[in-house]
């Protein structure tokens, strides 16, 4: 079946703006996680939900970043009053649960540019 | 804290010759380590995991307990492995730490 999907692919938003960032995992997926990439860097974990349970949240990086997952499946990741900083590729991944591989199954991901 | 460090950032080589991609890591807990690789245009995959012992697209890596090391090695590379390849370990209900990756460039 198909991957992990994310939209839009692409956003460019205006200092202060609110966002909104979606993730479909790959179905039967109940690990989804949410990742950011600054350019030139590795991807830093945000968030990690199991079903519909937000189980960590460490990696937020202020009170702006808020994720949700409200019936086990999509995702989102809202950003309120975007600020430059949080130009960066957003990246979505999910797995089974406790994989016995740890593979994660990444997204495209959502590249936001703050202008 | 858990910790991993790709030292070089941009590695050039000839088809043919030998690759090997530096990673280490800090780590209090029991390490899982993998290897990721984001090919042009692609999205990340995992390209291998130490817990297989295995070869992918003729890639291994062993981890080094001692030397808190898990580097990647390739005896002839190819033009298809030109990549951006990230080492992550795997803490705490599955999240991942990656390294800032290695860019590799193949020359032909």
């Known amino acids: 079946g198909a991957g992990v999907s994310q939209s839009p692919r692409y956003k460019v938003a205006k200092r202060g703006q609110d966002v909104a960032l979606r993730c479909d995992p790959i179905?039967?997926?109940?690990?989804l996680f949410w990742y950011q990439q600054a350019l030139g860097q590795g991807p830093e974990f945000l968030t990690y939900?199991?079903?519909?349970?937000?189980?960590?949240k460490s990696g937020l990086p202020s009170d702006r970043f808020f994720a949700e997952r409200p019936e086990g499946s999509v995702s989102t990741l809202k950003i309120q009053r975007t600020q430059q900083e949080d130009s960066a590729v957003y990246l979505c991944?999910?797995?089974?649960?406790?994989?016995?591989?740890?593979?994660?199954?990444f997204g495209p991901g959502t590249r936001l540019t703050v202008t | 804290a858990q910790r991993v460090t790709q030292p070089e950032k941009l590695l050039s080589v000839f088809k043919g010759a030998p690759v090997e991609l530096k990673c280490n890591y800090s780590?209090?807990?029991?390490?899982?380590l993998f290897w990721y690789v984001q090919y042009s245009r692609q999205r990340l995959q995992l390209l291998l995991r130490?817990?297989s012992r295995e070869s992918i697209k003729g890639f291994t890596a062993d981890l080094n307990k001692g030397e808190t090391s898990f580097h990647l090695k390739k005896p002839f590379a190819q033009e298809e492995d030109s990549a951006m390849y990230y080492c992550?370990?795997?803490?705490?209900?599955?999240?991942?730490?990656f390294g800032k990756g290695n860019q590799v460039v193949v020359i032909p």
């Open positions: 991944a999910s797995s089974l649960p406790r994989s016995a591989s740890g593979e994660q199954y």
């Open positions: 179905s039967g997926h109940v690990s």
């Open positions: 939900f199991q079903n519909e349970a937000q189980l960590d």
């Open positions: 780590y209090s807990g029991s390490p899982e």
């Open positions: 130490h817990i």
């Open positions: 992550a370990l795997s803490y705490g209900n599955n999240r991942l730490a």
